[in-house]
């Protein structure tokens, strides 16, 4: 059974940082793209940021320069480093394993909120 728990949220100034980490089970974590994903009240969830296997990375336009992704094969983890943030960045924050844009899994865990005040 897959599980994704999400945790390293909070409320932060804008300008302050976060580490998320997403913690994986249940599927061959090391051979999956992984990503990071949000959604704001009333808008729909959103690509963040990706991981390859192998270690490739992809930003959407808005996070670029701000957020890096990475990845530890060791503890099926994957960590999102969000730094600059902006009351933009308020949304609730989800990882999932990735294929292009795409979530893999149609199962989601509870995501971890992040809250940027101006």
């Known amino acids: 059974q897959v599980q994704l728990v999400e945790s390293g949220g909070g409320l932060v100034q804008a300008g302050g940082s976060l580490r998320l980490s997403c913690a994986a089970s249940g599927f061959m974590f090391r051979v999956n793209a992984m990503a990071w994903y949000r959604q704001a009240p009333g808008k729909q969830r959103e690509l963040v940021a990706a991981?390859?296997?192998?270690?490739?990375?992809n930003y959407a336009d808005s996070v670029k320069g701000r957020f890096t992704i990475s990845r530890d094969n060791a503890k099926n983890t994957v960590y999102l480093q969000m730094n600059s943030l902006e009351p933009e960045d308020t949304a609730l924050y989800y990882c999932n394993a990735a294929t292009g844009v795409v979530a893999l899994f149609a199962s989601w865990g509870q995501g971890t909120q992040v809250t940027v005040s101006s």
């Open positions: 991981i390859t296997s192998g270690g490739s990375t």
